[in-house]
């Protein structure tokens, strides 16, 4: 769910109960410290869910019940991003894949990165059956495809959460998915705003909040 300044996900997990997502955003200037100057006292989960509700005072009963239903600890934590074509300079014997190499925004592009890159790794690598010499220039092959591959990864990864949290987030969403666009959705010309390294002047930084709905029923989102 996609809101002005906020968004909610919940994911449904193997054992029944139900992961919430709570993300805020803002101007990127007022994001590093939002945390921890907000007034939510996290580190106290049922006080902290009785300060998270009227946040979404507006919303359906439904998405409030996810909220009111967590049980256990919050997690909160910024969003943090990796600069969108990042690279470095090569060491023998050495490389990066995963979010070590290339950490994006949550929108579903990581963790397919992650394993893509683990594949190719490990093709470069098991492919090789020369000495020292014809093991790094693999490993080499592999990091400049990477580099290039991850780098249009990252930058549509950057575009989606422009898009996700800016002003009519929740309709250039709806319209993305129509095929269509809406005029003045947001559109990156780098990377997105998330707090970190990444973030770009003006962008919105990201702040989010994980916290689980353990509480079973036999209809409804508290399941």
Known sequence: MIGQGRSLAAQRCGDGSVRVGLSFYGPADGAADWLTTCGIPFDRPDAARAALLPLFVDWTPECRALIAACTGPLTPRPLTA?????????RPGLTLLGDAAHLMPPVGVGA?????????????????????????????AYEEEMFTWTARAADGAARILAM??????????????????????????????????????????????????????????GR
């Open 164 to 221: 996700m949290t800016a002003p009519g987030g929740a309709q250039a969403v709806a319209a993305f998915f129509r095929g269509s666009e809406v005029r003045g959705s947001a559109k990156s010309s780098g990377s997105a705003g998330s707090t970190g390294s990444a973030k770009s002047s003006g962008s919105p930084g990201v702040r989010g909040v994980k916290c689980q709905a353990t509480r079973r029923s036999s209809q409804g989102w």
């Open 82 to 90: 990796l600069p969108v074509g990042l690279r470095w300079p090569h």
């Open 112 to 140: 397919n990165a992650a394993m893509r890159d683990a594949l190719e790794l490990a093709t470069a690598l098991t492919g090789e059956t020369g000495g020292t010499e014809e093991a790094d220039a693999a490993l080499r």
